[in-house]
Nanobody, 125 residues
Framework: QVQLVESGGGLVQAGGSLRLSCAAS????????AGWFRQAPGKERECVAA????????YYSDSQKGRFTISRDNAKNTVYLQMNSLKPDDTAVYYC??????????????????WGQGTQVTVSA
């Protein structure tokens, strides 16, 4: 069993930056693909970034390319999401999730089997 705890969310002005962290319990973190998702009020949850289990491959949704960077430190059981040039449209609850390394890349949302509780990111205009 793996538990995920996100941190680093908060209130930031447009154009600002935040760095989200997701700490995982368990010894098998390094065998999972990690992803960051977000869900804004009234909208479907979407994957914003994913990183392969060794960190060699990354995926970004089109609206985040060039602004967000996903990374991981398997020695610390942690995955990060650096968010720059934030916009009000980035306001959402951000979740990290893990999918087995055998999943496709990027994994379908249904392939993620561990989820964090989420952290709120609010970007003011």
């Amino acid at each position: 069993q793996v538990q995920l705890v996100e941190s680093g969310g908060g209130l930031v002005q447009a154009g600002g930056s935040l760095r989200l962290s997701c700490a995982a319990s368990g010894r098998t973190f390094g065998t999972y693909i990690a992803g960051w998702f977000r869900q804004a009020p009234g909208k479907e949850r979407e994957c914003v970034a994913a990183i392969s289990w060794r960190g060699l491959n990354t995926y970004y949704s089109d609206s985040q390319k060039g602004r967000f960077t996903i990374s991981r430190d398997n020695a610390k059981n942690t995955v990060y999401l650096q968010m720059n040039s934030l916009k009000p449209d980035d306001t959402a609850v951000y979740y990290c999730a893990l999918a087995p390394f055998s999943s496709g890349f990027p994994p379908r949302e249904s392939e993620y089997n561990y989820w964090g509780q989420g952290t709120q990111v609010t970007v003011s205009a």
